[in-house]
């Protein structure tokens, strides 16, 4: 949803989607790929999330619920987004807990994969 991440991840060859112009991956994979679908999908964001579409405000499970949706039956997710234990900063009682409206129920029904926690991304860096 930010433009100058896009157009990073376009100048070397991939393919784009921005929830911010149009609300629903499903359709946005679908005029990509054919499908509505990926095999697998990677929540970097985590609580800090916002919706999706124009205007959208915070919403901390916005991101790992599109991609359960998106991600097909059998499927893997990567979640290094940080989700935490409590955020007294959170603008509701429930985030501020730790709490997120994940669709937990969806991911198991898809019989997903899911991998979480913290990455080591500094050891894969070349400088």
Known sequence: ???ERLAQARSFGCETVN?????DLGEQLEQILGIPEVDCAI???????????????EAPAAVLNS?????R?????GIPG????GDPGAEDKDCARGHAEIRFGLGFAKAHTFVTGQTPV?????I
């Open 122 to 126: 500094m050891k894969y860096i070349v």
């Open 82 to 85: 940080l989700y935490v234990t």
């Open 67 to 71: 991609i359960m949706g998106a991600t």
């Open 43 to 57: 929540d970097a964001v985590g609580f800090e999330a916002s919706g999706h579409g124009e205007g959208a405000g």
């Open 73 to 77: 039956a059998g499927g893997r997710l």
């Open 19 to 23: 929830l911010r112009d149009h609300d």
């Open 1 to 3: 949803m930010i433009e």
